[in-house]
């Protein structure tokens, strides 16, 4: 439901809800397999450091806790109150929560706007918006913080701590985020997944993450906005300090009546009005799920991105082509070394006096060693004329890629991390590991030439979008279209 601008006792309840010390869980059931029983036990099982309060009318003790007849018998303040009852049961409870002062709820139920029942939804939002006590969900999956060791709701993974907030309309997109964030080696800051948003609206946790220490970077998949003008708001004031990324679901036709149906949501009709709202905000709007993830992970690991000298290192003259050719497809244009630091194409020259080695991608060779690519990763790190490094290595029998990797995770950090490299390996389970293993230092890698240039795009994006925020002209060379 629209509002006009952010509201402060929202952002005040979102910290509650996001470092919660006591949670009520409404509806805890004796039950396996039901939402109020699962939820519970993931909060026990995983350690949560807080007080749990279940709540049944039924039940004196659930799963070896205490149990509550009803919210308003608990005593002492609740900061989170999640309610795993059918939707018809929920405004009740809602409205005894509002009486005990209850600062957040989180609405698992479906069965609300999305269902048809406007009124209903209508009557959670009037009495958490009359008592100043926010409302998540209705149609809600799972909230987490996992620097404070906290998950509440239906999900099964419990994502690393890093330095990414994901904040999803969808549960099963959030839910994506989660799993690659247990296998793919990066980290969040907090999570959560709205569903209907019927109140708390994305301007609000944009600027709640502008607010939080942990968060460097804001991934957002949105359907719909109902409050447009809070939105780029919101963003213009956090996207100059943390970059915001944004997936918009529902714009094909198909796609709009599956968004209303999924969560209420009206996403809007005209593609091309929402891309010129998300330029206004200061976003930078992705089109697949996994370049939402890609390009997170390369915001929240390197520094920005400072212009468009951005040079090549590989073993592989095809795996570099490539590197060079979707560089060029997505508007940036890379240049030759001696065209912006003859210094540096000489001393590149003395390390490895291969013909092509000049070049704009330099090639290592084939039987390439972990010290070759060192030496020459340092010295573009340390060349002031350039702006970024790619790098891509091939597996051979003369280049172990684990070797390779100890040696680019100590050369970057052991220097000052001025300016972004990306890696990318391609190969089989040991390029997997190593990928793994440069992101746990610190380094962004994919498996694919496309996947790294995209996520350096990513970054060059954020630094043209910058440049706008600040009202500041940036230099001819970066003036390329974005793709």
């Known amino acids: 439901m629209r509002i006009n601008a952010t509201r402060p006792y929202i952002s005040e309840s979102l910290g509650f809800a996001f470092n919660p010390r006591r949670i009520a869980v409404i509806g805890a059931s004796r039950q396996p397999n039901k939402v109020g029983f699962e939820v519970l036990k993931a909060l026990l099982d995983r350690h949560y450091g807080g007080e749990v309060l279940p709540v049944n009318p039924n039940a004196a003790e659930i799963q070896g806790l205490p149990a509550y007849k009803g919210v308003r018998a608990i005593p002492g ?56 006590m926010a409302l998540l969900g209705p149609n809600f999956l799972t909230i987490g913080n996992p620097h404070a060791n906290f998950s509440c709701g239906l999900a099964p ?28 080696a990066f980290g969040l800051s907090f999570y959560v997944g709205l569903g209907n948003k019927a109140d708390v609206d994305f301007s609000e946790l944009i600027e709640f993450a502008g607010q939080d220490t942990n968060t460097r970077c804001v991934a957002l998949y949105v359907e719909g906005l109902d409050s447009e003008d809070a939105f780029v708001a919101s963003c213009r004031k956090v996207a100059p300090r943390k970059p915001i990324l944004v997936l918009k679901g529902g714009t094909s036709t198909l796609g709009w009546s599956a968004a209303m149906a999924h969560t209420g949501s009206n996403p809007g009709t005209v593609d091309n009005r929402t891309d010129r709202l998300f330029h206004e905000a200061g976003a930078i709007r992705v089109r697949t799920l996994g370049e939402l993830i890609d390009g997170g992970l390369a915001l929240t690991l390197m520094p920005p991105l400072k212009g468009e000298n951005i040079v090549i290192v590989t073993n592989g003259g095809g795996s570099g082509l490539l590197m060079t050719d979707e560089f060029e497809r997505r508007g940036i244009n890379l240049r030759e070394l001696r065209q912006f630091s003859p210094r540096l194409r000489d001393r590149i020259n003395k390390l490895n006096p291969r013909p092509s080695s000049c070049l704009n991608p330099i090639d290592l060779g084939g039987a390439a060693r972990a ?17 970024g490094v790619a790098v891509s290595i091939c597996p051979t029998l ?22 972004p490299i990306i890696v990318e390996i391609q190969g089989g389970a040991d390029c997997d590991a190593a990928i793994l293993g440069l992101r746990r230092c610190g380094i962004p890698a994919y498996a694919t030439p496309e996947r790294a240039v995209a996520a350096f795009n990513i970054l060059r994006r954020y630094m043209l979008r910058r440049y706008e925020l600040e009202e500041t002209s940036a230099p001819a060379v970066m003036q390329t279209t974005c793709v």
């Open 77 to 132: 303040p609740i900061d989170l109150a999640f309610i795993a009852l059918p939707a018809m049961a929920t405004s009740k409870v809602v409205e005894e929560c509002a009486e005990k002062s209850v600062h957040a709820v989180a609405v698992a139920a479906g069965g609300f706007r999305e269902s048809g029942n406007d009124d209903l939804e209508a009557s959670l939002i009037h009495c958490c918006r009359t008592h100043h």
């Open 157 to 184: 993974y419990e994502p690393a701590s890093g330095s990414l907030a994901a904040i999803s309309q969808s549960g099963a997109n959030l839910l994506a985020i989660l799993g690659a964030s247990t296998i793919g």
């Open 371 to 387: 010290e070759e690519y060192r030496e020459v990763v340092a010295l573009l790190l340390a060349d002031p004329d350039t702006h």
């Open 398 to 419: 003369l280049t172990p890629v684990q070797d390779i990797v100890l040696e680019l995770a100590d050369c970057y950090n052991s220097g000052p991390k001025s300016k």
